[in-house]
């Protein structure tokens, strides 16, 4: 595959996205700022972009034409935008909105989120009713309407908690996993819910998924849900990293979700899929589980000593 693809949005995932995609086909990675690792080193290249300016968008997707997008925008700090309901919604629902208009006859997958549902359920399948659980989650089931009401192509992919490999210094709250394995690796201890369930992903998952979604040339069903195969806490994910990293487990210690962070997150962060095994496009992709995980991901993390 060949064609041109836009990934707007130059956080954990939407570069992680542009990494595999560069991989067999010209990428552009946009966003307002330009990412820590210039998309240059991985093959691709950055353009600046404020997605909230649909004059700004159009001219970039007339010079690009590209023939799939990834839309990766707009603020996922969910306790901030729970602070910031008015402003995560217009500029969640605003670029959706947007693409929609500009790039109808495209592929557009929009990565969404498991705060569409409420966590009243263990197991958000895509057949279940959307009930978002927070700011965050409104502002995304919005979009995934906006956008699905007008492009025909596009995919709302929703995502359970995704996690990777992220440098300490990188001047952002850091996705749980690398939060966790910077203090552990330290020596320090860590706090983590024991009442906030999640089915975590692996950030090469999701890329992996999402690239073979933007591939497909048939139909594929609006949304699509990908979620990890373990079903945890975050203090048993903690413990499982620990373990994996060399660190006690005794460092992590188990608090009730509503002390934390986490308190608007929904009990049950979780999500599971009737489609995508049975898609032909990624019937043949295995998500990881999270002790595979922190395998894989524990040499990133060896430049700190462990205790």
């Known amino acids: 595959m060949s064609e041109r693809i836009l990934v707007v949005g130059s956080g954990l995932v939407g570069t992680g996205i542009a990494r595999r995609l560069a991989a067999g086909?010209?990428?552009?990675?946009?966003?307002?700022?330009?990412?820590?690792?210039?998309?240059?080193?991985?093959?691709?290249?950055?353009?600046?972009?404020d997605a909230t300016d649909a004059t700004a968008c159009r001219r970039l997707l007339d010079h690009l034409r590209p023939g799939g997008v990834v839309l990766v925008h707009g603020p996922s700090d969910v306790t901030w935008c729970e602070a910031h309901p008015e402003e995560a919604r217009a500029a969640h629902v605003g670029v959706a909105e947007t693409f929609a208009a500009l790039a109808r006859d495209a592929r557009i997958v929009m990565i969404s989120t498991d705060n569409v549902f409420d966590g009243g359920s263990a197991d958000n399948t895509e057949s279940a009713a959307v009930s978002p659980a927070n700011a965050y989650g409104r502002a995304k089931a919005e979009a995934e309407r906006a956008l699905l009401a007008?492009?025909?192509?596009?995919?709302?992919?929703?995502?359970?908690?995704?996690?990777?490999?992220?440098?300490?210094?990188?001047?952002?709250?850091?996705?749980?996993?690398?939060?966790?394995?910077?203090?552990?690796?330290?020596?320090?201890?860590?706090?983590?819910?024991?009442?906030?369930?999640?089915?975590?992903?692996?950030?090469?998952?999701?890329?992996?998924?999402?690239?073979?979604?933007?591939?497909?040339?048939?139909?594929?069903?609006?949304?699509?849900?990908?979620?990890?195969?373990?079903?945890?806490t975050r203090a048993a994910w903690a413990t499982v990293i620990a373990r994996e990293l060399g660190a006690p487990a005794g460092l992590v210690t188990p608090v009730p979700r509503a002390l934390t962070r986490y308190a608007s997150r929904p009990v049950?962060?979780?999500?599971?899929?009737?489609?995508?095994?049975?898609?032909?496009?990624?019937?043949?992709?295995?998500?990881?589980?999270?002790?595979?995980?922190?395998?894989?991901?524990?040499?990133?993390?060896?430049?700190?000593?462990?205790v």
Not at 177 to 182: G, K, L, N, V
């Open 25 to 49: 086909q010209p990428v552009t990675l946009a966003s307002r700022r330009p990412p820590s690792v210039p998309p240059e080193e991985y093959g691709a290249r950055w353009a600046a972009l």
């Open 268 to 306: 049950n962060a979780c999500l599971g899929s009737e489609l995508l095994a049975t898609l032909p496009a990624t019937e043949g992709i295995t998500v990881r589980g999270v002790r595979e995980g922190a395998r894989l991901l524990a040499p990133a993390f060896a430049g700190t000593p462990a």
């Open 150 to 232: 007008s492009a025909a192509r596009a995919v709302a992919l929703r995502v359970s908690l995704v996690y990777g490999h992220e440098p300490a210094d990188a001047g952002k709250w850091l996705n749980f996993f690398a939060a966790c394995a910077h203090r552990l690796r330290h020596g320090e201890p860590v706090e983590a819910p024991d009442d906030h369930w999640t089915t975590p992903v692996l950030l090469d998952d999701v890329a992996e998924v999402t690239t073979a979604l933007l591939r497909v040339g048939h139909p594929l069903p609006p949304v699509l849900h990908l979620g990890g195969p373990d079903r945890l």
